[in-house]
């Protein structure tokens, strides 16, 4: 069965710093997987997916994700951090063959100034 | 476009009441959804349906029903309401193919 799991439930950084949010994905097929950003009191919003095209995925505000098979990992990365990015991030995988989707338990970002 | 839009936003129900919460989209999606967030839990789906008249269940389907009678709306319901459905609720709605989720700005239920 598939999963995600994000690694680190806090993270905090500082303004200008760069960003690292973990998630690692369980999967025997080649997955489709996504990162969505929450801000306080909103709907999710998409951040980026991968739907086995590049590897290397670019997405909104200047996030990026990589996949790696070999590591069963999509990291999401940004450079430099923006106080706007405080969130809550999620990592989320489609269940081979449905349009289900399974969320990880998500990344509090804090982004000190 | 008004995208995904709840209603109510926030709703207080004692034990035992029922309560229906209405999602409605505009972008002609055929697939809905329904989630229930809780703290440390992320999203988990109650119910989803892939076209007008077809629902299904999710992750977490008991105690909560669901309808689309209509393919513009999804509607969950709660016919005896408990504590332990106290928690924010997302609608979602998605294309087939296109895998990108649009969502609602979520219903806060408190059930005491």
């Known amino acids: ?113 | 476009n008004a995208g995904v839009t709840q209603t109510p936003k926030f709703r207080v129900l004692k034990t035992g009441q029922s309560m229906t919460l209405l999602c409605a989209q505009d972008m002609n999606h055929e697939y809905m959804y329904w989630y229930r967030q809780d703290p440390g839990m992320g999203l988990r789906l109650i119910h989803y349906s892939v076209g007008e008249g077809t629902t299904a269940k999710g992750e977490v389907p008991d105690g909560y029903n669901v309808s689309r009678l209509k393919k513009q709306n999804f509607l969950l319901g709660l016919e005896s309401a408990a504590p332990s459905q106290t928690s924010v609720y997302f609608c979602a709605s998605s294309d087939p193919g296109v895998e990108t989720q649009y969502f609602g700005p979520g219903t806060r239920l408190l059930v005491l």
């Open chain 1, 1 to 113: 069965a598939q999963s995600v799991t994000q690694l680190d439930s806090h993270v905090s950084v500082s303004e200008g710093t760069p960003v690292l949010l973990r998630c690692n994905y369980s999967s025997s097929y080649s997955p489709s997987l996504f990162w969505y950003v929450q801000h306080p009191n909103k709907g999710l919003q998409l951040l980026l997916k991968y739907t086995s095209a590049a590897t290397l995925v670019k997405g909104i505000n200047g996030f990026e994700a990589e996949f790696k098979k070999s590591e069963t990992s999509f990291h999401l990365t940004k450079p430099s951090a923006h106080m706007s990015d405080a969130a809550e991030y999620f990592c989320v995988v489609r269940v081979s063959g449905t349009y289900k989707y399974i969320f990880g338990t998500g990344t509090r970002l804090k982004v000190l100034a």
